[in-house]
């Protein structure tokens, strides 16, 4: 389990440059500090997730990350976490509750990081700063536009939904203007209930 945090929290950071493989590391990055934090339980070694055969994200065979380390985070909401919207909700499960939160995590980072990708050939930085009240992901990248919600996205077609998401799963984010270096886009994550105080 991770130890107290100091009263300003942690940070910590991974510098990046170019698009190639960057969603998998920013989010293997993120997965790594989530258990260091506590918003994962402790787990050892996993196999690989079935879609990635040997291992490797991109399904070319290449040896990667995830073949000493993996969660499986594809969650069937209606059997893994045995949810009953009709009943009373006593059967709260401590990771269960860690498990939903750190997929709202991954998918932040997720859409920060492709949006760094598509519209600024790919993120700078990828920053988490973690306390007792919140995780603020933060992405870096040499756009210096703001990231704005298209406003008629077609919600058959792909792309433009992003924001719509990233709205939805984090409790507040914004974009911070670096001038002519470009921006940062964060967003902030409440914490899984079963966190210790102190801990992230």
């Not at 960057?22 to 994962?40: E, K, M, N, P, Q």
């Not at 997929?103 to 920060?112: A, G, N, Y």
Request: contains cysteine; proline residues 9%.
């Amino acid at each position: 389990m991770s130890a107290a945090l100091p009263a300003q929290g942690q940070t910590r950071r991974l510098v990046l440059s170019g698009t190639r493989g960057v969603v998998g590391r920013c989010r293997d990055f993120s997965r790594t500090a989530l258990v260091d934090w506590g918003w994962l339980p402790e787990r050892g070694p996993a196999a690989p997730h079935p879609s990635h055969p040997g291992g490797d994200p991109s399904g070319n065979g290449e040896p990667g990350a995830w073949d000493t380390f993996a969660f499986d985070l594809d969650l069937d909401l209606d059997t893994d976490l045995d949810l009953d919207t009709e009943g009373d909700h006593d059967g709260y499960d401590e990771d269960e509750e860690r498990l939903a939160v750190a997929e709202d995590v991954l998918m932040v980072v997720s859409e920060l990081v492709t949006n760094a990708c598509l519209h600024a050939d790919g993120p700078e930085e990828l920053v988490l700063h973690c306390t007792a009240d919140r995780l603020r992901i933060e992405v870096s990248d040499a756009n210096p536009i703001a990231p704005r919600p298209r406003p008629h996205a077609d919600p058959a077609k792909p792309g433009g939904h992003g924001l719509v998401v990233l709205g939805r799963l984090a409790r507040a984010w914004g974009s911070v203007s670096r001038g002519d270096s470009g921006k940062t886009v964060w967003a902030e994550i409440t914490p899984p209930r079963g966190t210790a105080p102190g801990t992230c």
